[in-house]
């Protein structure tokens, strides 16, 4: 339901917090802070997760079937529009409202181009349509591509940027949303895609990062950071095996992790690698499970910006 707002104001113009507010403290209906499209709140709350509980922040989001003013900063076309502007041609405008990115173009971005033949000096045409990706812009792609990670990450699910960008691959076939974006509840849908080799473009992961090792094993090129792990799983095949996904990034510029730290929330782009390892018993004797397996989706960072933090909700 839009962009979650981390404040909104009452009838009688008193502003309330998101994680502090309670149902019927203000003089409901509440407003949005930018114009008087009604909003609703979702209250904070934990999370169970691998090994403790982390703390989801309280928002407020529209009502159903709502929007927000034309020019209000909570629009999700509005920052659609902005982002696009600025897109060098990544994102483009095809009516009003719709716009639509090109993943080849990261692809090519991140140096992880398919093999298919180059026509001219850049310049393809696919079913109709010709685009031209200039290797001196490829950095502004990757910057496009985040904001717009970065814009899907303030909204309440994928269907908020369904509606206004659409994302097509070669050939121009067109990729949902949902196989693109992967927040922290949908990490083992990630895997599944990555596994079965049904997605062969980028994707992006969201979650909140674990730690961050430098020089694994005394090795300086050799740097990760983990994110936290969401709750094992029972396997579906036997009930005692306990399955886990580890997600990590991996860069052999230790400069490249300086900027992030432990509980930051971040949002990875790239070439998405899958691994599982053997069963092993479990470290706990009587509990759910006998034997853990973990599953592991890694991605090793051609670029710097393929790792980005998510910003905090705004007002
Ligand atoms: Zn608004």
Not at 53 to 73: S, W
Not at 89 to 116: F, N, P
């Amino acid at each position: 339901m839009g962009i979650k707002m981390s404040q909104a104001r009452d009838q009688k113009g008193h502003i309330w917090d998101a994680d502090t507010y309670q149902k019927g403290r203000g003089a409901e209906p509440l407003l949005c802070m930018h114009c008087e499209t009604t909003v609703a709140h979702n209250p904070p709350y934990p999370k169970e997760m691998y090994d403790k509980p982390v703390f989801v922040p309280g928002y407020f989001r529209l009502m159903p079937k709502r929007a927000h003013a034309p020019n209000c900063q909570h629009g999700v076309d509005e920052e659609i529009n902005k982002i696009a502007k600025a897109s060098e041609d990544l994102i483009e405008s095809l009516e009003h409202d719709k716009y639509r990115l090109r993943l080849v173009m990261i692809q090519e971005a991140l140096g992880t181009e398919t093999s298919k033949p180059k026509q001219g000096d850049g310049e393809r045409a696919k079913a109709g349509h010709t685009y031209s990706s200039s290797p001196g812009l490829l950095p502004a792609y990757i910057n496009s591509a985040n904001r717009v990670l970065k814009l899907r990450a303030m909204c309440e699910s994928n269907a908020e940027m369904e509606q206004h960008l659409e994302l097509v691959f070669e050939g121009n076939v067109s990729v949902s949303w949902d196989q693109f974006y992967f927040d922290q509840d949908r990490h083992m849908h990630a895997y599944h895609a990555v596994s079965q080799n049904t997605v062969q473009h980028p994707i992006a992961l969201q979650g909140q990062i674990k730690s961050i090792r430098y020089a694994v094993q005394n090795k300086p090129s050799s740097n990760v950071i983990n994110l936290v792990m969401n709750k094992l799983r029972s396997d579906p095949d036997d009930s005692t095996n306990g399955i886990g996904l580890e997600v990590s990034v991996w860069s052999n510029q230790p400069d490249w992790f300086k900027d992030f730290a432990v509980d930051d929330e971040v949002v990875i782009l790239g070439i998405w690698k899958h691994s599982i390892a053997a069963p092993r018993p479990a470290p706990m004797q009587g509990g759910r499970f006998k034997t853990l397996t973990n599953r592991r989706l890694m991605l090793n960072l051609a670029l710097k910006s393929q790792i980005s933090r998510v910003e905090p909700l705004k007002r």
